[in-house]
Structure formats: structure tokens, C-alpha cells
């Protein structure tokens, strides 16, 4: 076969695999608005630096230095794959603290847990706060209120983020409940009561809930989760949350359901994707690693997806009327 034909079909395969496995295409949008308040969610992160998890960390930091945030929300597997053993564990240097280094990552980073910290010692992900400065995680499940400092009204709108502790709330974790002993030592009934206290005393413009796991999701490994359908998703219809953001099927995920104003979102993971399926309530898809940047504004918020190459590759706003 002539040469110049044997590259010409070896580019064309490269270039149609790496659209295929993880690389949409950049959208031209404004990712921030001007004077509002702007935060990333990441998760699925600690892979010791391999895969994208590096490049990821490393855009970022460069957002966080174009944009500014206030604050990373860290929706769980900060490590994998066996969580940690303590606040002294290395895996806190090698999957966190070497990998987000960058001087405008040194936000506070409020983390809930996931399956893979359920792996190890749970309580040493929230004692690990007393360790640094920037890791704030004052509960398995809590709120952070964003209000506009004084003569800042006119330029963001208050939004209640809800911090909450997926994996006991899902039935299967009991069943293997030698991987994950730690799920039963938690009181489900408790916390469920109070998200729904939390929620229905919102008295914010915008109410945001994050958690590990995903209620809606359509992939090849991983479907609806049943346990969430019938004990999380119905409080976020009841109390007109506008977005669940979650991560653990690294795939970015924007789907609608019909019946309810709530985005569900599924938040990639910050360093090794799977392959997301487009189903009917798939409004977009992609296999790419990245995070998500949230940017509050008057009256109205907007999430963008950021794949590993710092692109922005969708995009969606949220206004209240
Ligand atoms: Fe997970």
C-alpha cells in the first residue's frame, strides 16, 4: 500500500477514535458571568496523578486563575480505590494535595463522600479538615449558603448548596457490607429528614444539591438507581431543587425528566471516563474527563461541563422568572 495512503488512513482512525473516546467538540460560550460568583464541582479525582487526572487538576487551575472562584465542591472518590486509612494516609499527597496545586486551587474544597472513601475510613475524610485548611468538611452532610457580600446584591442571587452522603442511602452497599462497613453505622432516616428540613426552610433564590451518586444515568455499566428514585429524587421534585449534581459514572451527563424543573447532572470524573449512552431524557453526553464550573449571577445560574483540554463543551442556564 503507497505510504502517503497508510498515514492518510492511520490520521483518519486517530482522529475518528479520539472523537469517539472523549473529545467533544468546544462550544463558544461565555463560561462566567461578569461580577457573579463562580465555584467548580469536581469528583471521581484521586488516581495518583495517572490517566487525565493531572491535565484536568491543571486546567482547573488555569480557569480558577482566568475566572476566579470561591470554592471547589468535591462530590466524592477523591480516592481511589480503597479510600483512605487515615488522616495520615500518603494517598492524601499523592491523589490530592500534590495533584491540585495550583495557588488558585488553594480554595476551600467542601467534600461529601463516596463509595470508594465508604472502602476505607470515612471518618478520617472528615478529620482530614483539622489537617488542612483548604479541605472543609464540617459533617457527611451539610449546607453552604452563598450570599452577596454588601453592596453585591444587584450582581448574584443567594443559592443554598446541599452536601449529602449517597452511599448508604443505596441498598446494595448492605449487601457487601464487608467492602463497606461504615454504611451501617449511619442513620439514613436522620439525614433524609434533614434534607427535607434543610429544604423546605430554604428561603434562598437557588437550591443546589450534591451528592456522589447519580439517581438518573445512562451508560453501559451503570443504570437508574432505584434506592435515590425512592428516597432522594422525590425531595428534590417536592421542595423545586433546580440542580443535582453527582458524579461516579464518569461520564458527563445533562438530562431532564419530564414532570419536574430539575437538571441532573452527572459530572464526569476529573480523571478516567466511561462511555456515556444518549437515552430520551439526555439533553447532552460525553465520554470526556473534566469538571464543572457553576457561575451565579442575578436571578439566574449557568453549569458548564470543562473536558481535560479545558474546553468548554456544554452548557445550560437556569433563570428565576
Ligand atoms: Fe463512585
Avoid at 496523578?49 to 471547589?72: C, H, S, T
Amino acid at each position: 500500500m503507497n505510504r502517503n495512503l497508510v498515514t492518510f488512513l492511520l490520521l483518519a482512525l486517530f482522529l475518528a477514535t479520539s472523537s469517539v473516546f472523549g473529545q467533544s467538540p468546544k462550544i463558544e460560550v461565555e463560561i462566567a458571568y461578569q461580577d457573579g460568583y463562580n465555584f467548580f464541582v469536581a469528583n471521581d479525582l484521586g488516581r495518583n496523578g495517572y490517566y487525565q487526572q493531572r491535565p484536568v487538576a491543571k486546567m482547573m487551575g488555569e480557569l480558577a486563575e482566568n475566572i476566579g472562584i470561591e470554592f471547589v465542591a468535591a462530590a466524592g472518590d477523591t480516592h481511589h480505590w480503597g479510600g483512605v486509612q487515615s488522616v495520615h494516609d500518603p494517598l492524601w499527597m499523592t491523589n490530592f494535595e500534590t495533584i491540585y496545586d495550583h495557588p488558585e486551587l488553594m480554595e476551600e474544597w467542601y467534600p461529601v463522600l463516596g463509595n470508594h472513601e465508604y472502602r476505607g475510613n470515612t471518618q478520617a475524610v472528615l478529620d482530614y479538615s483539622n489537617i488542612s485548611r483548604r479541605w472543609v468538611m464540617p459533617d457527611r452532610y451539610y449546607t453552604k449558603t452563598i450570599i452577596p457580600e454588601e453592596g453585591d446584591e444587584d450582581e448574584y442571587s443567594t443559592v443554598k448548596v446541599f452536601f449529602i452522603d449517597t452511599t448508604p442511602l443505596i441498598d446494595k452497599y448492605y449487601e457487601e457490607g464487608d467492602t463497606y462497613p461504615d454504611v451501617f453505622d449511619q442513620d439514613t432516616v436522620r439525614q433524609l429528614r434533614w434534607l427535607e428540613e434543610e429544604l423546605a426552610n430554604s428561603t434562598e433564590t437557588f437550591k443546589i444539591v450534591i451528592g456522589h451518586h447519580p439517581i438518573y444515568v445512562s451508560e453501559k455499566k451503570r443504570v437508574d438507581e432505584q434506592s435515590l428514585i425512592e428516597k432522594l429524587d422525590p425531595l428534590l421534585r417536592k421542595y423545586n431543587v433546580d440542580l443535582y449534581v453527582a458524579g461516579h459514572s464518569h461520564t458527563f451527563q445533562h438530562l431532564t425528566k419530564p414532570g419536574t424543573n430539575v437538571n441532573y447532572v452527572v459530572n464526569a470524573s476529573a480523571s478516567l471516563g466511561r462511555e456515556p449512552i444518549k437515552g430520551p431524557d439526555t439533553q447532552f453526553c460525553a465520554s470526556d474527563e473534566g469538571f464543572s464550573v457553576i457561575s451565579v449571577g442575578k436571578d439566574k445560574f449557568k453549569v458548564t461541563f470543562i473536558n481535560y483540554l479545558g474546553n468548554p463543551i456544554h452548557q445550560f442556564e437556569v433563570v428565576r422568572k
